[in-house]
């Protein structure tokens, strides 16, 4: 396991994390931890840990079989691919975005207006996006997964989805897809 601990703090890891844990701060649950910002290429089988801060995780290889944490405060995270993973994104207004596709992943946000972008797929999986008005864009399509979007005014837009359940909770909310088959 690596530990940032207090502070504001910037890890890299330049070649590929296979296995084991990152800490931004000191423990999963340090309230007084800073801005962090953890930079990685390909990740496997591992577990990063925001905990509190406006805390930035950069991967630029994929990332498979891992659990993200963003903690406390707006987060960022910045991916290419997402497989066979959870991301939990706790309270604060957060960012997601990832340059290709998410398979076989979970979403879950917190209270805070979370913005969560996907470039490639999203295929089965699921995305609850928690309290507030939050927003999904995902620019290719969507297959065989669930969108949830709480309480808030959330925006969906999708290019296409097959075998897809969407639940807006909130009647100001607002979805658009070119082509929706259930």
């Known amino acids: ?3 940032g601990g207090a502070g504001t703090d910037f890890i890299t890891i330049s070649s590929g994390f296979n296995g084991g844990s990152v800490f931004a701060d000191d423990s999963v649950d340090d309230t007084a931890g ?3 910002t ?3 290429g390909a990740v496997t089988s591992a577990a990063i840990y925001g905990a509190s801060g406006n805390d ?3 991967a630029t290889g994929a990332v498979s079989n891992t659990s993200l944490y963003a903690g406390l405060g707006s987060d960022s995270l910045t991916l290419t691919t997402f497989s066979s993973g959870i991301i939990s994104l706790s309270d604060g207004s957060d960012y997601v975005s990832a ?6 992943a979970t979403l879950t946000g917190g209270a805070g207006s979370d913005t969560l972008i996907i470039g490639g797929r999203f295929d089965t999986g699921s995305i609850d996006l928690g309290l ?3 927003s999904i864009r995902i ?6 997964a669930t969108l949830l979007g709480g309480g808030g005014s959330d925006t969906i837009s999708l290019a296409d989805a097959s075998s897809t359940t969407i639940t807006l ?3 100001a909310s607002s979805f658009t897809g070119a082509a929706f088959t259930k």
Not at 99 to 104: E, M, R
């Open 139 to 144: 620019s290719t399509g969507v297959t065989s």
């Open 56 to 58: 930035s995780l950069v």
């Open 34 to 36: 800073g801005n962090d």
């Open 38 to 40: 953890i930079a990685m």
């Open 132 to 134: 507030d008005a939050d």
């Open 1 to 3: 396991s690596l530990y």
């Open 169 to 171: 909770s909130d009647s």
């Open 99 to 104: 340059s290709g596709a998410f398979t076989s």
